[in-house]
């Protein structure tokens, strides 16, 4: 008896970073300013939604304008009502098999996501920020008979971002994500996108010199990790930073690992680079296979010896 078990990867085709340009100016030498962000200027979540996914009907909750299919769970639209965030899905039943898709080359992917961004307008205002940063996609693997099989790729994702005199904004805003699946059709987008306009520009006195940053973030990491030991700032560094707020100001940016007990962890964040900051940013994130790694291990996580494990 045959017996299939599917697995979904993630699998890179390409990498395209904006913040890697050989003309990167250096931050140094800037002019930094803070941006706020304006209205979301996208249309009604009923007209998007019907636009995107036919005769479904959202409904607000929460904050959030939603519509679901309930013969597919696959199929979702979602909007956020203040920021005008918005995300969808169609079907995917037909990509859950051992079935190879019928992918565009990545460099036509690219042409049809840009187009449907286009034809939709839902493509940024100002299109010198509007940058690839990585292109990559989603595959599937299985076993039959524990044997292995092949890789099919499934669907190609291009991810966007934004650049502003040629420094990138990192932070989870100023995002847009397509999924392109068979024959190039469009499957699914998130778009955490809006219009950017400068209120000041800010005078380097201003700024937070790079020590005084990496004692915030040691302070940070002490906060968020009181039994943290042995921390290494692996990257900090000047950039744009945007995470659904209000505005889009300048920050630095970190990478830091560190040992918690017997787990060697690494640390993603940025902290404000205003000493006056025109809002706070949040607490950074732990690298998701390292924090998988700890619920997998760490005792705290397993269960007791007259605990059920559901194997």
Not at 193 to 198: D, G, L, M, Q, V
Request: aromatic share 8%; net charge neutral; proline share 8%.
């Amino acid at each position: 008896m045959k017996k299939m078990y599917i697995a979904l990867v993630t699998g890179a085709v390409g990498l395209l970073l904006a913040s890697c340009s050989p003309t990167k100016p250096e931050p140094e030498k800037t002019v930094w300013k803070v941006y706020q962000l304006e209205p979301s200027r996208l249309g009604s979540p009923e007209e998007l939604s019907r636009r995107f996914l036919g005769s479904l009907e959202p409904k607000e909750l929460d904050g959030k304008y939603q519509s679901s299919d309930p013969g597919d769970a696959s199929v979702f639209f979602t909007q956020n009502a203040k920021t005008g965030d918005l995300s969808f899905s169609r079907s995917l039943k037909d990509y859950f098999s051992d079935k190879p898709s019928t992918l565009p080359n990545p460099e036509e992917s690219q042409q049809r996501a840009v187009t449907f961004l286009r034809e939709n307008k839902l493509l940024p205002a100002d299109m010198t920020q509007f940058k690839l940063i990585h292109s990559g996609g989603l595959r599937m693997s299985y076993t039959t008979d524990n044997k292995p099989g092949p890789i099919i790729d499934k669907l190609h994702t291009l991810t966007f971002g934004r650049q502003i005199d040629g420094i990138a904004v990192q932070g989870s805003g100023s995002k847009i994500v397509v999924q392109v699946g068979n024959g190039g059709e469009i499957v699914g987008l998130s778009r955490r996108w809006r219009e950017a306009k400068p209120i000041r520009e800010v005078p380097p006195k201003e700024l937070k010199s790079r020590a005084d940053a990496e004692r915030e973030i040691r302070a940070l990491v002490a906060k968020e990790f009181p039994e943290s030991s042995n921390v290494e700032l692996t990257k900090v560094a000047l950039a744009y930073h945007e995470d659904g707020g209000e505005f889009i100001q300048p920050a630095w940016q970190f990478t830091a690992n560190l040992a918690v007990k017997e787990f060697r962890l690494q640390y993603f964040g940025a902290v404000p680079a205003l000493d006056k900051p025109p809002e706070n940013i949040g607490p950074g994130q732990l690298d998701p296979a390292a924090l998988k790694m700890i619920k997998r291990i760490d005792p705290q996580y397993l269960p007791k010896p007259n605990e059920k494990t559901g194997d």
